[in-house]
Structure formats: C-alpha cells, structure tokens
C-alpha cells in the first residue's frame, strides 16, 4: 500500500512499455501434493496484521498497553486479541535508507510470532524499497539482469528459493509465502512508473517464484502455501482472468488490497468480489490489506494518509467497518483478513516519509497506547450487543433542521429503536451519531455496508458525503430505523381533518355546514372555498367548539399566513379575509409552515385516456380525472398498465390533446417509465411494472412524476338496506379509505333494513356486523342499533334516504352525516 499507492494513477498514463523478444519455456507447474505434508489452511479464517513495523517502533520507544491496559509485549498483546496470522513485508537491500524490513528484522519478527504460536505471511517485495501498482523497482543488485529475463528469473528463483530454505533451518519457515506486493502491473521494472505488463515476461517470472516455493516445500516436507497479491477487488478481477491465460495457475492464494476510501468497490459488494474470484479460479481469498481511521486527528507533524469514507472516522466506526467487512468476506467464502500496520504508531523515529507516522490515525492503539474497539475483529467470538442510541437528522430534506446543529433533528429510543416524525423533503440529508461533530456522519452505504432494507423513498445520493435523498411526497412520515433487525422504515403521517366555521364561509358559524379542511397529502391539508369579508377558525373536533384554532394559534407556531388574511383583532382572534370574493384553494401546510390561498378559481382538470389508464380510449366514468389540487400541480392516483395515453383538458373533448411531445417541448422532465411510443400522435407509452401509482404534472417545476403507492383496502356494504341487496353487484356501494384507518361513502339507506361489511368484494365469509365493531369498542351512530337474529347485523333505524357513512378506525366512531 504505502504512501506511492497514492500515485498510482498519475503513473497510469505515462504510456511506458517494457517488451522482450525471446520467448522462455515455462517453469514446472505440476501441482504439488505430497500426502505426507502438513497442511493447516483447510477451512481455516484468517485474522491477521501486518506487523511489519513492529520492531522498528519498539525500538523508537512505542508504548503498547495490553487489553488489560498495562504495558505488555505486543505479540503477546495481538495473539491474547485473537490475531492468528503476522504478515511480514521483505525488502532485498533496504540498508541505504533503513535498518529494517531486512532478513535480519523479517527473523525477528517470525521468531516473536511464532513463539506466540502465530502463523507467517511473509511478503517479498522484490525491491529495496516499497512495492505497489506504481512502484515495482527491481533490487540495486539485480539491475545488471533487468533486460535478460532468463537470468532474471534465475535471480529470482535462487533469492527466494534461498531465503526460504535458510528460515527453514532456522525453523521459521513461513506457511504463505507472497510472491510480489500489489503486483498489477509489470515487476521487477528499472524505475518506477506504472509499465504496461508484458505477460510473456512476467508470466515467466512470477512461475520461476511459485517453483522456488514448491521446491523448498518438497524439500522440507512443508507446504508453503502461495500468495499473489493485487491492490483493489476491481483490479483483481481482471488481472487473475489475464494471469490464468498466461499460465501462471499453481498458486494458493489470492490477496487483495481493500481501501474503500481508494476503491470502486462499497463494503457491501465485497463478498460478490470474493466469491468470484474464489469459484472462478478455485483458490483461496484473503484480504491481505485494509485499514480504517479511529479518528481524524492527527499526532504528530506528519500527514495522515488514511482518511475516511462512510464511516464515521471514530472507534466505533472502525470496528464497524472492520466487523462488516469480515461478515462480507466470510459471505463470500473468503479465507481471511489482514490489518495492514496496526502497530505503526507516531514517535519521534523517522521513516522514510519523515518524522512520525503517517498512519496512527488508523492502527489499532489510539495516542495513548490502549488498543482501540478495531482490536475486537480478531477474535472470532466477539458479538457486540446492540444498544440503540440517539442519532441526530441534518441536511436540506430535513427542513425543520437543514444544515445547521441549532436545529438538528434528535432521532431518540424507543422500544430499542431509533424513531422520530419528521418532516422530508426531497433533498439531501444523513445521520450524525455525536451531536455537534460532524465526522460522526452515518449515510446511506453506511446502512446498505450494515446489511440494512431501506425504505424505496430513500436512495443513495452518491455524492462523496454519503447523503441519502429523499424521493417522495414532502410531508411528515414516521421515521423507524430498528438497529437489531435492520431496516430504516417511513410511515406517512396522514393529518386530521379540520373544520372550518365563520361568517366569510357559506356554512356559517354551523358545524352541520363546516367545510372540511382534508389532508390528500402527508403534513397538508387543502379545501376548495367560497370565500366573502368576514371572520373564521378552524376545529379539530365536530361540535367541540373548545377544539378551536385562531389565527394567533398559527402565527404563535411560525407559520407565514397569506396576506389575504389577517388577525380579526376580535376578541377570539379569529382570521379575517380581506381579499375578493371568490373560489380558493385554502392549504394549511404544517411541513414548511404556511397557510395560502392559491386562486381565485375555479380550478381546471385534466383527464388521462388511452389503453394504459382506466376508462380506456373514451370519456366515461372511469376516466381519470387529474384535479389541480393548487395552482400550477395536477395530481391522480390511478391503475397503469402496458400501453399508451394522452391528456385531454375538456372533458369529450378531442382536439385539446396533451400528448409526450407537448410537455418534451415545453421543457418538462419526465419520468423514465414513460417514453414517447413514436407513432404519428407521439402519445405517452408507460414501460413500467404496472400497478398503482400517483401520477403528478407539476408546470411549476416543470415534471412529470409517477410514485408507486399501495393502494388502500376497501369495504364493501351488502344487504336489504342498501343498494346493490343481498349480493355482490354494480350496485354494492364501495367505501373508499380516504385516509388511514377511514373509510366512507354516500349510501342510500331504507328504514327497518339490515347490512354488514365485507374486507373481500365476492367473499362471504369476511364480514364485519355491528358485533364485531362493539366489540372492537366502537361508538356507533343512533340510528343504528343490533339485529335481534343470529347475524347480529347493522338494523337501520333512522329515516330512509341518502347519508355519509364514515368508519373511522382511529377515534372508534361509525357516523352517519
């Protein structure tokens, strides 16, 4: 990795070929299996480190505390930790600028490993110095031989074969060996650079590495198991495709590097990367490098290089990152992982980048030398408990909060959930887990990396902050992310009805002629009125007049009111309408807080026709009729399937047609499920899934829109007291849930008659008698009482003739208007 892993891509495009014109025979590449042998891999999961710097820090003064949180050796400190293998890196002549990473220092740290009874990686980077993409730097010594890939190869045969075969006397033979570092391009180059790779040629040298192991493994009756290692999954998958057709196939191993921060793969994509390069190629797969930040903090003069991605830069977020990438490479049939240089701590040493260390935001030991949470990935064991906390909502669809702590939005514990209503925009917005610190922010791939189902109206924002976005109606939702099983849920917020009573209404200062002030949309409620000089309020409550809400009620709670109305000044502080007599839309909207008048009317509708909506090619009843709720926005819910269609802006009338070409010329966005079907009236082609959806032309915004919603269940009245009869017909009346938990209908009833409800249209046995509603604790309207028979259904006692019955399930009432 490294810090020359930085310049990768700016060595990506020098355009440097290194080409031979000999061609070499292969080395031998029968497979190796001596039954004899030992071999410890199988089934096996690796958590390792990379403790190449170990020694070095040790002897610069570092300070390692045990989990006990005194001072201890820390091999001993790893091994007690659960951390099974220690990779080992292996410089050639490293002496012109370090005492370390020598054969010497790689002795040392074998022996103090396996003393803790670790296993050994032991990397050779075939360099004096750091090996990575763009940095494969033949040794000093080998330089005579750059050009002459025959002795180059026996070069490199007799180092490694040597090098092994004198740990093995010393009893420190390693059990994986790595031949090359973040090999992705040509090895063994004369400068550094990225060079194109010549496969003939590395291909050659890379076989004459695997026989040198393979032959020290016959020799000391050991396998030695081998490694080739590629930085980022992205990269590994097609250099293994390109190195299989080259020949080089008898190896072990696969390594990866993984830095999320430097890689296109997420987290969550991981175990997809994994398991296929292990089913493909039919070898083993660890990731032999990654490591996350603790903190953004840094120790010492020198730059961290390590920054974060979407978790958040602490000691949870490390282990969370750790923890989910260990779950991801296990999903994969991935064979372990490697913390690359848990131990590089800031001292006063130099190394070769300068004073300091440019990695302790990112080991494993915070400043003072106590291991961090990160510490807990070794042992196998660890199952952190989930205890839920607050978190805090931020971002420009968070109205209520936007970008600014002052307002930011608390989502606190309930029921070991994390649950709050708010109000959504469709806009950017995250979670901070610490209030007031902005790099405790929590995103979307942060969730999905967790293994989370998130609600459709939330996406990803893929911007570099991780943002989610909302996509859905603004309004107020209930929002429920459960930490233990995984989901983030919103729940629309559906608004009580007001009425509206007063002197510049028609219905007077009369409840029985209130104008309802309904919520078709989450957090807004909207009535179209008649509106005159004069005063009036608003209720919560049907004949409560103790329910009432002024116009100092709303000025109180911020909202911005329409300058056509005013504080009456009267002694109940009523609102006054000061503007001309006429038809308004009236919109109370608790999401940005404002109460407007939209108009004057009346208000004109659109209407679908075509194969792909209700009604069909004809103007019928069934026709989908889109009302301009307020000015400038048509809205419908409506049943889309396979097909075409148009709008038409008169009702039987043909030529007012509104076709795809029309709004495409007016500079509309429209939806991707709706295409121009390319026939001579350019009508609207729907190609999506077919089913229930709110389709909305907003002229303001300049879209069209389809959201997909679930439509709401029906109950339907069947008996001798309503039309339709004892039978399912064109004539059973149907009650539409209007909101959540209502439902209603005009109905005819007869004097002296009996009904019931049925869930289920056609379905006898899903009724719903006036038993079932009294003993579900509803209060039910006087005009109705219990039939004295075994259905025990709805007897209707009052006048015959036609009402609004409403079953609302929220207040338990059944009404008759």
């Not at 990506?12 to 030992?38: H, K, M």
């Not at 209030?435 to 990803?460: A, C, H, M």
Request: glycine share 10%; aromatic share 14%.
């Amino acid at each position: 990795m490294k810090k020359a892993i930085i310049y990768f891509f700016s060595f990506l495009f020098l355009g440097l070929f290194l080409g031979c014109e000999e061609t070499y025979e292969v080395a031998n590449l029968e497979e190796f299996d001596i039954e004899e042998v030992r071999n410890p891999f199988e089934q096996q999961f690796y958590a390792g480190s990379d403790l190449s710097y170990l020694n070095e820090m040790i002897d610069c003064g570092a300070s390692y505390n045990g989990l006990a949180g005194s001072n201890a050796n820390p091999f001993e400190i790893f091994k007690n930790a659960g951390n099974d293998l220690v990779r080992v890196r292996l410089w050639n002549d490293p002496s012109e600028w370090t005492a370390y990473s020598n054969i010497e220092d790689v002795e040392k740290t074998i022996s103090s490993s396996k003393e803790q009874g670790m296993d050994i990686l032991l990397d050779f980077h075939y360099s004096d110095t750091w090996a990575d993409p763009g940095n494969q730097i033949i040794p000093a010594a080998w330089l005579d031989v750059v050009d002459n890939t025959e002795a180059l190869s026996q070069r490199l045969y007799d180092y490694t074969y040597e090098t092994l075969d004198n740990l093995a006397e010393k009893d420190l033979l390693p059990e994986i060996v790595q031949l090359g570092n973040e090999i992705n391009g040509n090895i063994l180059n004369r400068e550094s650079g990225w060079f194109e790779i010549d496969w003939e040629r590395n291909a050659f040298l890379i076989n004459q590495g695997i026989q040198a192991v393979r032959d020290i493994s016959k020799k000391h009756g050991a396998r030695v198991q081998i490694m080739l290692h590629i930085a980022q999954p992205e990269n590994a998958l097609w250099w293994f495709e390109q190195a299989k057709e080259n020949g080089v196939v008898n190896y072990d191993w696969i390594g990866v590097s993984y830095y999320p921060v430097w890689s296109e793969y997420e987290v969550a994509d991981i175990s997809d990367a994994v398991s296929a390069l292990g089913s493909t190629y039919n070898k083993k797969v660890m990731i032999v490098e990654t490591a996350y930040p603790f903190t953004t903090e840094n120790a010492d003069a020198a730059n961290n290089i390590l920054g974060k991605s979407v978790y958040p830069a602490n000691q949870q977020g490390q282990l969370d990152f750790l923890l989910d990438l260990k779950r991801e490479i296990k999903e994969g049939n991935g064979f372990g992982l490697v913390y690359w240089e848990p131990a590089w701590v800031s001292t006063a040493c130099s190394t070769l980048f300068g004073e300091g260390s440019h990695w302790d935001n990112a080991t494993l030991f915070d400043n003072s030398g106590n291991p961090t949470l990160g510490m807990n990935i070794f042992n196998d064991n660890f199952d952190p408990e989930y205890h839920c906390e607050s978190i805090w909502a931020l971002g420009d669809g968070v109205p209520d909060a936007l970008w600014n702590w002052d307002n930011a939005i608390e989502v606190s514990c309930d029921a070991n959930k994390n649950v709050v209503a708010l109000n959504l925009a469709e806009n950017k917005f995250r979670f901070f887990q610490t209030e007031g610190d902005w790099t405790s922010g929590i995103g979307y791939q942060y969730f999905v990396n967790r293994g989370y189902t998130i609600d459709s109206k939330l996406k990803d924002a893929n911007d570099n902050d991780d943002n989610f976005v909302f996509e859905g109606t603004p309004g107020l939702y209930t929002l429920e992310i459960d930490g233990e099983g995984k989901t983030i849920q919103l729940n629309p917020v559906i608004s009580e009805t007001y009425y509206a009573l007063g002197d510049a209404l028609p219905g007077g200062w009369s409840f029985d002629d209130a104008t309802l002030v309904e919520s078709p949309i989450f957090g807004i409620r909207r009535a179209t009125v008649n509106l005159s000089p004069g005063t009036f309020r608003f209720f919560t409550q049907k004949d409560d007049w103790a329910s009432g809400l002024n116009y100092a009620y709303f000025a109180d709670q911020g909202y911005t009111i329409d300058s056509n109305l005013e504080n009456a000044g009267d002694g109940d502080q009523n609102f006054r309408f000061v503007g001309n007599t006429g038809e308004y839309v009236l919109e109370i909207n608790d999401n940005d807080k404002t109460i407007t008048l939209l108009g004057s009317g009346p208000f004109p509708s659109i209407w679908a026709v075509g194969d792909a909506v209700p009604g069909g090619w004809g103007f019928n009843d069934d026709t989908i009729e889109f009302t301009q709720t307020f000015s400038g926005v048509w809205t419908a819910n409506l049943e889309l399937n396979a097909g075409v269609f148009r709008f038409f802006q008169t009702f039987g009338t043909w030529d007012t047609n509104n076709n795809y070409a029309y709004y495409a010329g007016e500079g509309f966005e429209i939806d991707a499920n709706l295409e121009n079907d390319g026939s001579g009236d350019e009508n609207f082609r729907f190609i999506g899934v077919p089913g229930a959806y709110t389709l909305t032309i907003n002229a303001n915004s300049k879209r069209i829109t389809l959201e997909e919603y679930e439509t709401l269940p029906s109950l339907w009245a069947v008996g001798d007291a309503v039309p339709g009869g004892w039978g399912f017909n064109d004539d059973t009346v149907e009650f539409i849930q209007v909101t959540e938990n209502v439902w209603t209908a005009e109905i005819a009833l007869n004097n002296g008659g009996i009904f019931r409800f049925f869930q289920i249209y056609g379905t006898w046995d899903t009724n719903n008698n006036y038993e079932f509603y009294a003993g579900e604790g509803y209060t039910i309207d006087s005009n109705f009482s219990e039939q004295d028979a075994a259905d025990k259904n709805f007897l209707f006692t009052g006048s015959s003739g036609s009402y609004v019955l409403t079953i609302n399930g929220n207040d338990k009432t059944i009404t008759l208007e």
